[in-house]
């Protein structure tokens, strides 16, 4: 299963998968539900007692549980770039570049272990290294992208050349990748609810203020806070 073949472009909208799916979509989800809650001390015997079916009805499907973070793994590639990639020609607006942290929040809240527990879930399998490598290279990509577009088309009092935008992108993608794992570890509640997640992107946008128009960056910091209350009066 190879990750280096970039997705369309498509609306800034993750889409739920079908729910009549077989048991090889309801392993997947499982295993999702299970990594979330336990981090990467589960395996397929834990896969297959929570659903209540046997181990050979699993093993049809996935070899082991590395076949199903490869799995995984594609999604989360491919619901983020559903989110980050840009059309040819679009400009980033308030609402494009809202929706961008929005939705990413929404992606990092559903594959959230996957981000926190990378280097554990992928070290040994060449195959989930490679893989994993070709998402972060992807996912930079995608947002130094977004950068670009932003810088260009509104730009601030610091002018950011693409060699700014790329170091830019690469911090972004880091903030984003620790933020689970610093929500879980620091913050005084010790939890990681999608309002902590969404929090995080707030966090993360406060990079671009000196090199965007104020004026649009305070509308987009409106906007997010906005989409976090939701999640917090969803959350109550």
């Given at each position: 299963m190879s990750l280096s073949k970039k997705p369309e472009p498509a609306a800034p909208t993750v889409r739920p998968r079908n729910k009549r799916a077989g048991n090889r979509e309801r392993i997947v989800e499982a295993a999702i539900e299970l990594l979330n809650a336990r981090g990467n001390l589960i395996g397929?015997?834990?896969?297959?007692?929570?659903?209540?079916?046997?181990?050979?009805?699993?093993?049809?499907?996935?070899?082991?549980?590395?076949?199903?973070?490869?799995?995984?793994?594609?999604?989360?590639?491919?619901?983020?770039?559903?989110?980050?990639?840009?059309?040819?020609?679009?400009?980033?607006?308030?609402?494009?570049?809202?929706?961008?942290?929005?939705?990413?929040?929404?992606?990092?809240?559903?594959?959230?272990?996957?981000?926190?527990?990378?280097?554990?879930?992928?070290?040994?399998?060449?195959?989930?290294?490679?893989?994993?490598?070709?998402?972060?290279?992807?996912?930079?990509?995608?947002?130094?992208?977004?950068?670009?577009?932003?810088?260009?088309?509104?730009?601030?009092?610091?002018?950011?050349?693409?060699?700014?935008c790329r170091n830019l992108a690469e911090n972004m993608w880091v903030l984003w990748n620790g933020w689970p794992r610093h929500a879980e570890h620091y913050r005084e509640d010790a939890s990681v609810s999608p309002a902590a997640i969404a929090h995080g992107l707030e966090l993360i946008a406060m990079t671009l203020a000196p090199y965007v128009e104020p004026d649009f960056h305070s509308r987009v910091r409106r906007g997010l806070s906005r989409f976090v209350d939701s999640l917090k009066r969803q959350s109550a």
């Open positions: 397929t015997t834990q896969v297959a007692a929570h659903l209540g079916i046997s181990h050979g009805n699993l093993y049809y499907h996935f070899s082991n549980l590395q076949a199903i973070v490869l799995e995984i793994l594609t999604r989360l590639h491919d619901e983020l770039g559903q989110t980050l990639a840009l059309r040819p020609g679009e400009i980033v607006d308030v609402d494009r570049l809202v929706g961008c942290y929005s939705n990413g929040a929404r992606v990092l809240w559903r594959y959230r272990f996957m981000v926190s527990s990378a280097l554990e879930l992928t070290t040994g399998n060449a195959e989930l290294e490679h893989n994993y490598r070709q998402f972060t290279i992807a996912g930079i990509d995608w947002v130094y992208r977004i950068i670009c577009n932003v810088v260009k088309h509104h730009p601030g009092p610091m002018s950011a050349s693409p060699r700014d």
